[in-house]
């Protein structure tokens, strides 16, 4: 770890203000992933921002009839919450599959959304990694790629996106509303919010340096079953293998996929074919895949792990 | 005290405390953060500096360029260490010691670079990171696999012979009516114990004080004297509290030498831990294995021939994973061979691992007598029980076993376990989405004694005070010392007080091999036999029927109390445990057997564990509630081996490249579904006076093949290529409709 400064915000309007003042700051919320990064030296911020005293932890009903959840609403809350429990089950689902009790308490909704890679090359800092060092190469690809990504891969990066949380916001058409440190807003759709990694595997999201999240919005809730399955090799505490999010309504279904992809993955032309069968479902959604030959079972694992969850889902 | 004669009648016969269930006395310390660990005694070097560990980046090669100048000057730093200004170092010593940054040499990835340390350990860490290392790498062996080839005969691990053979194997199995011929593999594990390696050194003159976190103190005491060029009597090692080590702290690794290196030259205290990454690669793992067994049977089930290839790897001159070496003993047979050959591999050092030999070799061999059992349309119990032995196999009746329940486990198990509900037809069960299954294996693990000593001291108050170098490793020794002297000298628990983990203190036979309590304990027995003795005398009775209790001597109607006896300055003596040839005469195992039940999900081919059972035969249980504790510990390890855990090794770049607890996987809560541990009685006069056998790594040996026999059972296939993880079942499961 780099010795850093650190200061503490009251309000998103005084951490535009911090950053724009330090430009090599870095948030931080929960430090769930953060610190650990930091003391690996993978990531190296001069200043740190502490947000957790901004507020922005309050789920709000919003006019449109969906919620928004401020950025430093905490995963166990989030997840806990009976309006998200009700109506957005799959998210609730999706959160506490994820991580442990202890880091779902001190992970914020934002900071989940940031989750970085948990390849182990990225890790290795003996190693070369392109999203860690830009250009230095990528270790994973010939080497241990049992847990990555088989699509929206690039030759510079196979990584998977660890997060459960995103892959629910993503089904439910999530929007992520920012402020600028010039202190402009925007809303980001989740859909644009990912980036594939490309030749930049270096940049994850569309944030603009010192951009800071202030909430995510979701939309009215869209009824039907909600199921989240994470297939993972142990029982708990485990970043998914493969894991389907589903919202079925009737004959019109929604999937978004984790662990098979660089970001959480979803392809609406999939959900097109869903009166087909689960195998129509993947082979679309995973169409032009390009596995290792350590990941490949990734596959057949989500065309099955799929066909279970509607298969459960119409019983 | 020679131990050379079946045990007769003696003070712990009367199981007033030994043989009960007693909370660790040692418990309320540790839930309550007050038990000191190596980096913590802050009161004894509170000046102590702090050092962090720069590890090598490559598997093998050499340093070729080495910049330190950003971190010499880096705010903080008191001193970089590298191999350019490390004092000499001596010869390779006990516990596996060898010199740390003796050369550019890169033995294997995070062998020591540099050492930094500064007044803070941000510092420290902070300045790692800046020295520049230019490395020349060079092709290494990294993949057992393509070194099988170039595997070559070893010598003897202690007592472990390479090759042994009785009969004509070879032609005996090509006899044999019914042929078993397949091979498995094991891969690399880590011990992954809570507590990593930590070490503070301090010197007073030119005498060192290690406080370290170690199984074996006089083991690390001998090792660091012969690598810093000191008497051993000039060096202590302290290990008060251990947090976990199975086997990876047996050892003495960089952490211990490259400390007290800096600590010399420093002219201060300095203390380390290493990061757990660097736990992976620096110290040692459980070395991979691959495993043929042949095995011919009669069509009625009476084994006629057994043979047990193993191949592993090592660094050159690092010892042999005896997989194999059970399989001389479970079964009978009359055709036998073992083999162990030993490639060559630049990885990290390979060493013991909580039950070496038998975790990985059972395995091999319990599923190998399943699927056998398949082949011959016989119940797996069935077909262990008619292959049972009270002898060693390979020498006949003349040496038979000192104490052998294995049927008695195995019976008892089955009907516990509702063993007569498994269908043998595999894939018949079914629960929701779960095929379930049920599997068993048998469990043995060699039972090892070592001479320990241990001094007692009555003090004035009546207290018993005993002390020996002996360890806890979270295994519950301090209360099974304790419950041991209470015994002998007929007071209650609450007035002894157990000290151990000292080498200023008697040395007791130390942590490893399950050896620990039934050994140091007889260290302590001794302690106490010869001060009862000199009691007796000095309240004028007759030492041999003179009864301990209530704090009191008695004999006849005249009794003594304790404390009227002891000196002002308190009675202290030492005495010392030595074991004969009683090995030698009578085969000595404990003895066990695993029942499992699995459910392999019909979808993704996750395999969860639903049931544990075992049940032990480890003769006297000393202590029910924590030999429950280490037996559902080693279950709980034999589930990960079955199921998650592996090293995985980047065969490129020579390293196990998982190396962190998120990606090396054990198992979690959630894994772990009710276990029940069930103990026959059993008492064995041949293997110590307290009549106990080893038990805390039985837990582990067969548990993975019950496991793997269950998932067989539950869906029908036979992975041979453990851990079994889903990606390997998967194919092999039906289609879904």
Excluded at chain 1, 249 to 277: I, K, L, M, N, S
Excluded at chain 2, 2 to 18: K, L, S
Excluded at chain 2, 77 to 91: D, F, I, M, S, Y
Excluded at chain 2, 646 to 651: G, I, L, P, R
Aim: proline share 5%; with cysteine.
């Amino acid at each position: 770890m780099k010795a850093f400064t650190y200061e503490r915000v009251a309000s998103p309007r005084a951490a535009a203000e911090a950053v724009r003042r330090n430009p090599g700051a870095k948030f931080i919320a929960g430090g769930t992933n953060l610190l650990d990064l930091m003391k690996l030296q993978i990531e190296v911020p001069t200043h740190l921002i502490d947000v957790n005293h901004v507020g922005l932890d309050t789920i709000e009903a919003t006019p449109e009839g969906g919620l928004r959840i401020g950025a430093l609403v905490r995963n166990t809350d989030l997840a806990a919450d009976r309006r998200v429990r009700r109506d957005y089950a799959v998210l609730s689902r999706a959160i506490v599959a994820g991580a442990s009790a202890q880091l779902r308490n001190r992970a914020t909704t934002a900071g989940n959304l940031l989750q970085r890679s948990r390849c182990s090359y990225f890790y290795d800092t003996t190693k070369p990694c392109n999203k860690r060092a830009p250009g230095s190469g990528c270790s994973a690809i010939g080497g241990f790629s049992r847990n990555l990504a088989v699509i929206g891969v690039s030759d510079a990066c196979i990584s998977q996106h660890p997060s459960d949380m995103s892959v629910a916001m993503r089904l439910l058409d999530a929007t992520i509303e920012t402020v600028m440190p010039d202190g402009a807003s925007r809303s980001i759709a989740i859909d644009g919010f990912h980036t594939l990694p490309g030749d930049t595997p270096h940049v994850e999201t569309v944030l603009q340096p010192g951009e800071f999240i202030t909430g995510v919005v979701l939309p009215k809730p869209l009824g039907g079953k909600h199921v989240y399955r994470k297939v993972r090799d142990r029982a708990s505490y485990a970043f998914a293998t493969v894991s389907v999010a589903a919202v079925i309504t009737g004959d019109r279904a929604r999937f978004a996929f984790g662990g098979v992809a660089t970001r959480p993955w979803r392809v609406t032309e999939a959900e097109t074919r869903y009166g087909d069968g689960a195998q129509a479902v993947a082979d679309t959604a995973l169409q032009g895949a390009t596995p290792t030959r350590e990941n490949a079972f990734k596959i057949p694992l989500l065309q099955r792990t799929l066909a279970a969850v509607i298969s459960d889902i119409k019983a | 005290m020679d131990f050379n004669e079946a045990a007769g009648t003696n003070p712990i016969d009367q199981t007033r405390v030994v043989g009960h269930a007693h909370d660790r006395v040692d418990g309320p310390l540790k839930v309550s953060g007050r038990a000191t660990y190596a980096y913590e005694f802050h009161n004894e070097a509170p000046d102590a500096a702090y050092g962090y560990m720069l590890g090598a980046g490559i598997g093998k090669g050499r340093i070729e360029a080495l910049d330190t100048a950003a971190a010499e000057a880096a705010p903080g730093v008191l001193l970089v260490l590298t191999h350019r200004n490390a004092p000499e170092q001596g010869k390779k010593g006990k516990g596996s010691a060898r010199a740390q940054m003796a050369s550019a040499e890169v033995r294997n990835f995070d062998d020591p670079v540099a050492f930094v340390v500064a007044e803070s350990f941000e510092q420290a860490r902070e300045a790692a990171h800046m020295i520049r290392v230019r490395y020349v790498t060079e092709p290494g062996r990294f993949d057992l696999v393509a070194e099988r080839g170039n595997a070559k005969k070893p010598e003897p691990k202690g007592s472990t012979l390479a090759d042994t053979a009785v009969g004509d194997f070879e032609a005996g199995f090509a006899a044999a009516p019914v042929q078993l011929d397949v091979t498995y593999t094991t891969p690399d594990q880590s011990h992954a114990m809570i507590e990593p390696h930590a070490t503070l050194a301090i010197w007073h003159c030119d005498r060192l004080t290690v406080y370290t976190s170690n199984q074996m103190p006089n083991w690390a005491q001998h090792g660091l004297a012969s690598i810093l060029q000191m008497e051993p009597t000039d060096v202590r090692v302290i290990s008060r509290y251990i947090g976990g080590g199975f086997g990876s702290k047996l050892f003495v690794y960089g952490d211990i030498i490259i400390t007290a290196m800096a600590a010399r030259k420093l002219q201060r205290p300095v203390k380390m831990a290493l990061t757990r990454p660097q736990i992976f690669n620096h110290t040692s793992h459980r070395p991979a294995t691959i495993q043929r067994l042949r095995i011919g049977a009669t069509p009625d089930g009476a084994i006629t021939a057994i043979g047990h290839e193993v191949w592993c790897g090592n660094q050159e001159g690092g010892t042999f994973e005896t997989a194999a070496n059970q399989t001389r003993l479970l079964y009978a047979g009359k055709h036998r061979m073992t083999s162990h050959r030993l490639a060559v591999l630049d990885l990290p050092v390979g060493n013991a691992m909580r039950a070496p030999g038998e975790a990985v070799g059972l395995m091999a061999l319990e599923c190998a007598v399943d699927e056998l059992a398949e082949r011959l349309r016989m119940d797996p119990i069935e077909l262990r029980v008619m292959n049972d032995t009270q002898f060693d196999p390979e020498t006949g009746p003349e040496r038979p076993f000192s104490s052998r329940k294995f049927v008695e486990c195995l019976r008892t198990g089955a009907d516990r376990f509702g063993w007569a509900k498994r269908n043998p037809k595999p894939g018949q069960m079914r629960d929701g989405h779960w095929l379930i299954g049920i599997g068993v294996a048998g469990a043995i693990r060699e039972n090892l004694t070592m001479k320990s000593a241990a001094r007692v001291t009555l003090d004035p108050q009546g207290q018993v005070i005993v002390e020996s170098s002996m360890t806890d490793i979270g295994t519950g020794t301090y209360t099974v010392h304790a419950q041991i002297a209470a015994e002998m000298m007929g007071v209650p628990m609450e007035r002894v007080i157990v000290h151990m983990g000292d080498t200023d203190m008697p040395e007791a036979a130390g942590s490893g091999g399950s050896w620990g309590a039934n050994s140091s304990g007889s260290g302590v027995y001794a302690a106490c036999d010869k001060l009862r003795r000199v009691l007796a005398q000095k309240a004028g009775f007759n030492a041999d029927d003179v009864v301990f209790a209530g704090g009191k001597l008695s004999q006849g109607n005249r009794s003594v109390t304790l404390e009227s006896l002891a000196d002002p300055q308190g009675l202290s003596v030492e005495a010392e445990i030595d074991f004969g040839d009683l090995t030698k005469r009578y085969a000595q195992a404990s003895f066990g057997a695993h029942f499992c039940e699995v459910g392999v999900d019909l979808a993704t081919a996750e395999v969860r564990v639903r049931r544990l059972m075992s049940v032990a035969a480890a003769g006297r249980i000393l202590n029910p509630k924590t030999a429950r504790s280490q037996c559902i510990g080693g279950m709980t390890m034999g589930i990960g081996a079955a199921l998650m855990e592996q090293c995985v090794v980047d065969t490129r770049h020579g390293y196990f490249v998982n190396h962190d607890l998120a990606e090396y996987h054990v198992p979690v809560h959630a894994d772990i579904p009710d276990m029940d541990v069930i103990f026959l009685e059993e008492l064995d006069d041949k293997s110590s006076p307290l009549k106990a056998k080893g038990i805390g790594e039985l837990g582990i040996c067969g548990v993975g093949a019950a496991v793997a026999n269950a998932v067989y059972n539950a869906c029908g296939v036979r992975i041979r290529d453990y851990p079994l993880t889903l990606d390997k079942i998967l194919p092999h499961l039906p289609p879904m409709v």
